[in-house]
């Protein structure tokens, strides 16, 4: 018999002998009270890896990645929280909220460790990849460096953008820059000079970019578009079109496929060379906000409007976290007809 009390917490697939068909069945992560506008995932660590989460509700959120179990909630911001990050060994969290500050966390402890005030709503926060300094950019146009290790000290502030900053990321190993901004443009910064090496210009504004520094590849959105550029150069590799306009987007590391969501509360999941679309999926119930695959490649998290995250397997029936896959001859009669029963939704 199958232990009922693991059924309730396993997602199991049998295989249907009539279609040999399996069905995407996401990880339902609640606790949030509004919708949830960004989400990251830690580098993999002893411990696994990890995934936090910004909502306007103004509680960012930390929990096992594989699985999606909450682990805390970082307490301390007074209005909505836009942008959420963790350094590479999932030790350090940064916030970046609508209460003019960004903060810092002790990823262990939860307890906050740093407050930075700005002058206006603070979109964007990132660490560098020793975790040393702090990038952080929003709606008063500029991009802030904190030295972490003297936060009493000025940050070094980049202006540039005529309009909100969005997003803001390290590329070229910390050495440069990028950001996207509502004044419809990306630009690419040295960070030593603080001066601006390229601006790529567009019909509209940006929705989301990605930064994959194995092979230096940017991926960005705007209306029904994702389109991939070489981070140093800024030199177009490919567009893709989409069905529906596209609010984000993620390449998987294997660079095989790349996944992305948008306005119709869909997941679509297309072959990297070819550009061909090959699934899509419906589960959230308001649009898709943000999307990210982990840094194993084996899912991908969804935030959304519905105030949900969810997890996706890349490879749909494959026994990974909280799924498991079962073969008919594994199972008993009784036990196989409640495989094809189970809820199509598990919450974690």
Known sequence: MINKTLLNKLIIFSFRPWTMAMRQTPLTCSGHTRPVVDLAFSGITPYGYFLISACKD?????RQGDTGDWIGTFLGHK???W???LNTDATKAATAA???TAKVWDAVSGDEVLTLAHKHIVKTVTFTQDSTCLLTAGNDKLLRIYDLSNPEAAPLEIAGHTSAIKKALWCNNDKQILSAAD???IRLWDRSSMEEVKTLTFDTSVSSMEYVA????LVITYGKTIAFYNALSLDLIKTVEAPAPINSASLHPEKDFFVAGGEDFKLYKFDYSTKEELESYKGHFGPVHCVRFSPDGELYASGSEDGTLRLWQTAVGKTYG???????EDLGAENSEQMYTLAPEIKA
């Not at 194995?214 to 590849?217: A, F, P, R, V, Y």
């Not at 909280?322 to 008919?328: D, G, I, Q, S, T």
């Open 183 to 185: 004044d419809k443009t």
């Open 214 to 217: 194995d092979g230096e590849i």
């Open 322 to 328: 909280l799924w498991k896959c079962v073969l008919p």
């Open 58 to 62: 103004g509680k960012p959120m930390l």
């Open 83 to 85: 942008g959420a990050t």
């Open 98 to 100: 609508a209460d003019f």
């Open 79 to 81: 209005g909505a929280v």
